[in-house]
């Protein structure tokens, strides 16, 4: 597996790879019955990065020699420009999603939860606010390996657009060791906070991470020994 810019007709494997891992590497239960619901949850996370304008490199880890996409990085390294779009995705998303507030199964479950998750994360940690932010995402399977790859591009693109350091989040099943989740994540844990909609979907206590990042020196930076 090798991680490249993405072409123009990769995003249709990159969206379909986000749905079907948004419950920690399994689709959400509801997606085939509530298929708008799950267009306009996608929209609201992915948009900020993939709609036309949006300040945001874009990555793919792919497999060798298929050609298939098994994961993604959407790095933007405009902080500002990046909340203003997900503001916007974030009001279009709750009039889409209102009429599931009225009981209908797991569906009304998520957007219920997913609301109570929006409000409280509508703003960045501040150790992190004004931060290059990537999102990205590797499929099952795939063991620890591409998510050094993707840090690594990530780690890249950061450093060729003069940044020393960037953030992302996971999200951890609580209990597992901040320590372990970050010694191959490569960071530091700034922020915990609760997510709502995978504790409730899953049914076990999840919580968010931010992860701050230091861009490591390239080779020809480190000091000699």
Known sequence: MRVELARPEDEPEVRALFRTTL????????ADRAPALLAAYERLCLDPYLAPGSPTVVGVLR???S???????LVCLDAA??????????????????PWLAPRGDATTFVRSRFRDGWALRRPARAVRDLPHA???????????PGRLLADFVDD????????SWYGEINARVGRR?????????????????????SRMLGVPVERL????PVPPTTAEQPAA
Do not use: K, M, Q
């Not at 050609?67 to 990085?73: C, I, L, S």
């Open 135 to 145: 999102h990205f995402n590797a499929a099952p399977g795939t063991g620890r390996l």
């Open 23 to 30: 419950l920690l590497g399994r689709p959400l239960p509801f």
């Open 210 to 213: 931010t992860v701050l990042r």
């Open 63 to 65: 497999e060798t020699p």
């Open 157 to 164: 693109v950061c450093r060729a657009g003069g940044h020393p």
């Open 178 to 198: 901040g320590a372990a989740i970050t010694a191959w994540w490569g960071g530091e844990i700034v922020d915990r906070t609760p997510n709502r909609t995978l």
């Open 81 to 98: 420009g990046l909340r203003r779009h997900r503001s916007r995705g974030l009001a279009a998303f709750v009039a889409r999603a209102t």
């Open 67 to 73: 050609g298939r996409v098994r994961g993604y990085a």
